[in-house]
Nanobody, 126 residues
């Protein structure tokens, strides 16, 4: 059972930056792709970014492209999401997720992901 724990959220001024971290523990597989999703109050969970096991393939939602960078350090079992130029619409609970199949890198829906963290809140003040 893979366990994921997010950290790094908090209150950020509009235009500011934040880096979220996701720590993984438990058995891991060379096929694990990972991703970040976010969910604002009253809205569905939406895709933010995903990354393949080796980090060679990344995908971003159009709403964050150019402002967000996803990365991972497999030796440390960590994944990161650096977000710049934050806007009020970026405010949400951010979740990290892991999938046992590499093909999930091409999905932008939560369903194919097998493991989820508890989430970390990002609040953006205008």
């Amino acid at each position: 059972q893979v366990q994921l724990v997010e950290s790094g959220g908090g209150l950020v001024q509009a235009g500011g930056s934040v880096t979220l971290s996701c720590a993984a523990s438990g058995p891991t597989s060379s096929d694990y792709a990972m991703g970040w999703f976010r969910q604002a109050p009253g809205k569905e969970r939406e895709f933010v970014a995903s990354i393949s096991w080796h980090g060679s393939t990344t995908r971003y939602a159009d709403s964050v492209k150019g402002r967000v960078t996803i990365s991972r350090d497999n030796a440390k079992k960590m994944m990161y999401l650096q977000m710049n130029d934050l806007q009020p619409e970026d405010a949400a609970v951010y979740f990290c997720a892991a999938a046992t199949t590499s093909a999930v890198i091409f999905s932008t829906t939560p369903d194919p992901y097998d493991y989820w963290g508890q989430g970390t809140q990002v609040t953006v003040s205008s």
